[in-house]
């Protein structure tokens, strides 16, 4: 003990990794309990800034995470490192957490925690939360909405309702959201309201995880949500995988030409599908990006999406975006000769990423190359033989 004593005060950030059975658990809960009032008056690292947890797939994480509130920090991730099974906490337990968060750590500027409507079968045996008092009543949402430091949240879809929206919206220093599908099969709520102009007044950053296409257009709706943004990074559901759709639309694709129009001040888009989350590439034709040529891009990204007319995307967007400096096109497949003509377009363009057709009667002669005009510091190429309908094989290279 008196070698944690001398030791504790060093440690200002905590990583819980994730272990072999990817939980991290409390043997016995009664044992702590009886120490509680020692651990809670003896602060345990008492200049802790950083918590972090990538394991704890049960709400183990919420009953030992309380012994580790302190007012020094200012970054709690409650996460797996498996972003498609993380640690769903019921609202019950998410909000008894949060209530001491709110009151132990007012200086908290990035908060990650998922919660979910309490399950009716609990478990019986779990008495751990014993440690921790419940301050009040109060949903998890009305606790976040105190905390006036927060600068970066990660939620649920399930926070997104009328009431904890605005409870959120009204956070001054909120500026990068990130919203994770729910662990159940739930719809996002329909604003029938016009939400006031005046929430997430600091909001530049929005990600959407694993959300269906046609909520992403919903939420897209909101133009309190979406106004200010520079930063959108859009992980759609694949149209086969999506829980609902509307009649005359099939995912992500569909929706493009509707998405956007009243967030003008894009500048980093990410849209597409995650890589290994998708069953087949997904094809769109310039058109479908048209509400994105009034955009003033400086990256973009489209994974999983292989445009059909490249040609056609070069003329359009070198045109409407000349600032281009990023463009990540991993799938859609141009063949070598075509990349002079790509700098020539964008000649801000400092990286590409792009699916390289390496024909051996398309490479010209070296002198027929002249002396290219560019600012592209970095090409990442990809390669595809498909070895059969079953199985292809990827090879990936950079060249600075």
Known sequence: ?????????????????QNTSQEYKVSSWPSLIRCCDFITEHTLLPNLQRLIVDSCSNTNLVKWTF?????????????????????????????????HVAKLCPSLQTLAILAQPDDDNEDEDDIGLDILPRLSEFTSYEYIANMNCLRDLSIGKYFLETESFVSIGLLPALETLFVHESCKETELAIFHDQLPDFLFPSLRHLTLHLIDSCEIARIWQIDSLVKNLIHVNIEAVPPDSEYRQEEGKYGLIDWLPDLFQNSLDIQHLSAGFKVYGCTEIQTLESSSLSTLLQLPLQHLSLPMIEIVDFGEFCQ???ESCPGLRRLDIPHTEVGFSVLPHITESFMRLEHLSVNISWDVDDIPELSQLGQPQTSLRSLEYSTYEYVDPDEDLTANSTIM
């Open 1 to 17: 003990m008196s070698r944690f004593v001398i030791y504790s005060p060093l440690v200002y950030s905590l990583h819980v990794f």
């Open 67 to 99: 012994l580790l509130l302190i007012p020094s920090l200012i970054e709690i991730r409650l996460l797996t490192v498996s972003e498609t099974n993380p640690p769903w906490i019921p609202e019950s337990d998410a909000s008894t957490l949060l209530a």
């Open 316 to 318: 359009l967007f070198s």
